[in-house]
Each structure stands twice: as structure tokens, then as C-alpha cells.
């Protein structure tokens, strides 16, 4: 027996293919494997009578086919973390195919919803109940959504559906200027301060992450520690453009990555600006020059 036959949430997401991770979640993939998306975007079906999926990623037929056979009927909300185009396109067809509303924060980027959840927003699900996050940083409209399970025993796990906030195998890129450096680490502040704590997070890409607390902080450990490599790259340049910036910070990543570091880096820079820690003529410019601040 393998690993992923003893725990579900051990399966690595693969297209085509519906796993019950937990008993009334479960995931399906789309087949949009990239540098970006990883496996491709995990949509969720969660509830056990009635039923809600989150993200139904680009609107490819067979994956919103397979998403509509397995709810069988019972689908009756379509939630969209954000409106990147690997995460909300698939709304309108899965609704047109199963009759499920479409909720999200705002309508943009084409997608159109027939309803908004924002901040404290709570969607039912037969007996189970989300409640919905604004997490901007990421993008200034995502949201992740938040239940409690009972499981074997009565134990209860916390699940984040977190969209691209916290993804699986890979950190997020933040690219200004709707993606927000200091939102970003500010929603991650959140949702390590939050009680009860967060146990387990269902990413919009790659694997489950258990043991959701560790996560979170390391995230925001790597965050700040680019931050900070950031910062000393610039004082050693004395004063620089992003272009010089990134093969000092990012000297652990592959060069072909460096074009998508060059925003997170930038996005970083903009947050410099905002506390005095650095200083740039436009920052609203990615090829503009920077300098640290003398603190």
C-alpha cells in the first residue's frame, strides 16, 4: 500500500483525476501545468449533501465536465479566490452546466459574479459552513476561505483554502501594482495570529500543506529574509536598477525564473519606499534606480 492509499492528503495533484482528500473535501486539477501554476489549478468541491467548489481555473471543458459529474447534481456555489485567469474563467461555463451561482469580491478581469462575498462573508454548504478572508497582497481582490471539520473522534481541523496566497512546492509572486508587498505580509501576520489556528491548507496549487502554522511562518520567514537581502544588495550597489538587484538576491533561484523575481523584487522595493528604508524618483516604474536608506 502506498503512502497516498494510507493518507489521501499525501495524493499529488494530477489532472484528470478526483480525489477525496477528506470526507467532504474533495479535489479535482486542471490540465494547466506551468512554471506559474505548478500541476495546474486545484478546484475543491466541499460539503457533503450540498455542495460549493472553489476556483474552477480556466475555462477548459473537460476539467468544468469532470468538476459537474462528480458534484452530480448537488453543486450550488461557485467561489473564485481571485480573478487571475488560471483561477475564475471556468466560472460561467461550470455555472451554466450545473446551475450553481457565482460569488466573488469583485467583478474584474471578465469575470462576472452573481453575487459578492467579502470579509466575514459565510457561504453554506449543507452542514458545513466557510467563511471568507480578505487576504489582499497577492492580488488586492483575493480571498481565502476558511471551514472547520469534524473528523475521526471529534477532532476538528481548521482547512484554509488559500488560492495563490499559500501555494504548494513554490512561493507567490507579488506583481505590482495590484499586488502588494506589505498587504501581503500583513495577511500572513493574520493568518498565523488567527484562533483557533489554522491546521491544514487546501492550495489553489501543488499538495495539501499540513501542520498549516509552520507553514505560514515560513513563509513569512522567506519573505522577510528576501526583504533583508534585498536591503543589502542595495547597499552594497550603492544605488541600482532591479536588473542588478535580482542575480544578488535570487542567486539560489535559476536564471529563466528571473524575469517573474524581478516583480517580487520590485514589489519589495515599493514596500522599502513606503517605510523609508529605501528611496526611488518613481517607484511605479520597475526600471527605475533605487537607494537604501542610511538607517
Known amino acids: 500500500m502506498t503512502e497516498a492509499e494510507r493518507d489521501p492528503l499525501l495524493t499529488p495533484p494530477a489532472a484528470g483525476k478526483a480525489v477525496e482528500l477528506l470526507p467532504g473535501i474533495a ?3 486542471a490540465p494547466n501545468p506551468s512554471v506559474m501554476t505548478g500541476p495546474g489549478t486545484n478546484t475543491y468541491l466541499v460539503g457533503r449533501r450540498e455542495l460549493v467548489a472553489i476556483d474552477p481555473g480556466p475555462e477548459e471543458a473537460g476539467h468544468l465536465r469532470s468538476v459537474a459529474a462528480v458534484a452530480d447534481g448537488r453543486l450550488r456555489a461557485i467561489l473564485v479566490t481571485h480573478t487571475h ?12 452546466l450545473t446551475g450553481a451561482r457565482v460569488l466573488g469580491f469583485d467583478a474584474r478581469d471578465g469575470f462576472e459574479p452573481d453575487g459578492l462575498v467579502g470579509e466575514g462573508s459565510t457561504i453554506e454548504a449543507g452542514d458545513l459552513v466557510l ?9 488586492s481582490n483575493h480571498l481565502c476561505y476558511l471551514t472547520a471539520l ?3 473522534g471529534g477532532h476538528v481541523s481548521h482547512v484554509l483554502f488559500s488560492g495563490d496566497h499559500i501555494m504548494g512546492g513554490s512561493t507567490v509572486v507579488i506583481a ?3 499586488g502588494d508587498m ?3 505580509v500583513g495577511s500572513l501576520r493574520r493568518l498565523l495570529e488567527m484562533e483557533p489556528k489554522i491546521t491544514l491548507i487546501a492550495p489553489g496549487h501543488g499538495p495539501m500543506l499540513p501542520r498549516a502554522p509552520e507553514v505560514i511562518s515560513g513563509y513569512l520567514s522567506h519573505r522577510l529574509a528576501r526583504e533583508a ?3 543589502g544588495a542595495l547597499r552594497v550597489l550603492g544605488s541600482g536598477v532591479i536588473s542588478e538587484i535580482v542575480p544578488a538576491v535570487y542567486d539560489d533561484v535559476p536564471e529563466a525564473l528571473h524575469p517573474i523575481a524581478r516583480l517580487s523584487v520590485w514589489a519589495h522595493l515599493r514596500k522599502l519606499v513606503d517605510e523609508k528604508r529605501a528611496f526611488c524618483d518613481d517607484p511605479d516604474d520597475i526600471t527605475a534606480s533605487w537607494v537604501a536608506s542610511g538607517d
Not at 131 to 139: D, I, K, Q
Open 131 to 139: 467563511r471568507a478572508l480578505h487576504t489582499p497582497g497577492h492580488a
Open 150 to 152: 469534524e473528523g475521526k
Open 229 to 231: 537581502a534585498i536591503v
Open 27 to 29: 479535489r479535482l486539477t
Open 182 to 184: 506589505a498587504a501581503y
Open 176 to 178: 505590482p501594482p495590484d
Open 85 to 96: 485567469p488560471d483561477h475564475a474563467p471556468g466560472a460561467a461555463a461550470l455555472a451554466e
